[in-house]
C-alpha cells in the first residue's frame, strides 16, 4: 500500500455499535481507568470518553458515546481493530451481577439501585494497568498521578485520530525500559518502584498472557507477585482492571478499608476488618467495594493529609 494510502487509513475510523442487554454506564464503568483528572491517556469530554492504549498491534484512540440504542464506539490508529473487538469486555461483557445479594444491607442496596448501569471493565492489558499501580505503591495519588502525567507525556507517543488535545498513548514496555534513571528521579518516582517497573517491564509478553487465565484467581495473582515488588495491592490493582477480576478487593490501601467500614457499619476498620465485612459477599467482594466508591460516599476526615514529599531535587 503506498504510504498516503497508508496513512489515510489509519486516519479513518473503525468503528461499532455494541448493544448490551442490559444499559451500561460508561463513564461509571471507566472511571477506574483514569490515574487522576490530568491523566492524558484518559479524557471525559460531556458524553464521550476517549482513551489512549497501547495495544498489541499499536498505539490507538478509543471513542464511546453512551445512548439509548448501545454504545457508539469508534476507534483509530494501528490499534484500532483491536480496540473495537475488545469493547464488549471493557464495558462489561460478562461481568455477572446478577447473583450479588445486598438486600440485608440498606446501604449498598440504595448505591446498587442507584448504580444500575455501573460494570466491571476488563481492559485485556496488563502492563498498561499494572505499571501506573506500581507507581501509586506507598505514595500519596498525587504524587503517583503527577509522576505518570509527567512520564507518559515524555515518553508516550500522540494518541492517533482526533483525540483531544494533549492526549497521550503511555509507552510500550521496551520503551519504559530505556527510561533513563534521572527522568524517574526528576518525576519523583525513587529508586524502588521504578526497578520494580523495569522488572515488570522485563517479563512483559508473561504478564500479558495472564489474560488468558479469565477473570483472576489464585493462578493470576500468583503470576503477578512472581515479580519482586509486586505485592497483594497491586496485584488486585491489576487483575481489578486488566481481568474484570470481581474478588480482589485491594489489601493494603492506605484509605479504603476505613471508606469500607465507614459505608457498612459507621466507623473506621483495618484491613482485617475490611475483609471480614466484606466477607458476606466472598466472589463479588470487588463489586461491592465499587459500589461504594461509585455511591459518592465519603469517610469523615479528621487530622492532617498526609504529607506529600518532594525528592526530586534531593
Known amino acids: ?47 464521550r470518553i476517549w482513551l489512549a492504549v497501547r495495544t498489541p498491534a499499536g498505539a490507538g484512540t478509543l471513542c464511546l458515546v453512551g445512548g439509548r440504542s448501545g454504545v457508539q464506539a469508534s476507534a483509530w490508529g494501528p490499534g484500532a481493530g483491536w480496540l473495537i473487538e475488545g469493547v464488549p469486555e471493557l464495558l462489561g461483557h460478562g461481568d455477572d451481577w446478577s447473583e450479588l445479594d445486598v438486600s440485608g444491607n440498606t446501604f449498598l442496596r440504595d448505591a446498587l439501585h442507584r448504580s444500575r448501569g455501573l460494570r466491571l471493565t476488563r481492559t485485556r492489558q496488563v502492563v498498561q494497568v499494572l505499571v501506573p499501580a506500581v507507581l501509586e505503591q506507598k505514595v500519596t495519588s498525587t504524587e503517583a498521578w503527577r509522576a505518570w502525567r509527567q512520564l507518559v507525556r515524555a ?15 503511555p509507552p510500550s514496555a521496551e520503551t519504559w525500559r530505556r527510561v533513563p534513571s534521572w527522568e524517574w528521579h526528576r518525576a519523583g518516582v525513587g529508586p524502588q518502584r521504578s526497578a520494580t517497573v523495569m522488572r515488570v517491564c522485563a517479563v512483559a509478553s508473561s504478564l500479558e498472557r495472564v489474560v488468558g487465565l479469565g477473570r483472576g484467581g489464585p493462578e493470576a495473582e500468583a503470576r503477578l507477585r512472581s515479580v519482586p515488588g509486586v505485592g497483594v495491592w497491586t496485584s488486585a490493582e ?17 484509605h479504603l478499608p476505613a471508606l469500607v467500614g465507614w459505608a457498612l457499619i459507621g466507623r473506621p476498620v483495618d484491613d482485617d476488618g475490611m475483609l471480614e465485612l466484606l466477607e458476606p459477599w466472598r466472589g463479588h467482594r470487588e463489586r461491592v467495594v465499587r459500589l461504594i466508591s461509585a455511591s459518592g460516599f465519603a469517610k469523615p476526615r479528621f487530622g492532617p493529609r498526609m504529607t506529600i514529599q518532594d525528592h526530586r531535587r534531593h
Not at 481507568?33 to 484518559?42: C, F, I, S, T, Y
Not at 491489576?238 to 492506605?254: C, F
Open 238 to 254: 491489576t487483575t481489578q482492571r486488566a481481568l474484570g477480576d470481581a474478588d480482589s478487593p485491594s489489601v493494603g490501601d492506605y
Open 155 to 169: 515518553h508516550g507517543d500522540p494518541a492517533p485520530g482526533p483525540a483531544p488535545a494533549g492526549m497521550v498513548v
Open 1 to 47: 500500500m503506498p504510504e498516503a494510502s497508508a496513512d489515510a487509513a489509519l486516519l479513518r475510523p473503525v468503528e461499532t455499535v455494541y448493544r448490551p442487554d442490559e444499559p451500561v454506564d460508561v463513564r461509571a464503568t471507566l472511571r477506574t481507568l483514569a490515574r487522576g483528572a490530568g491523566d492524558p491517556a484518559w479524557r471525559a469530554e460531556g458524553d
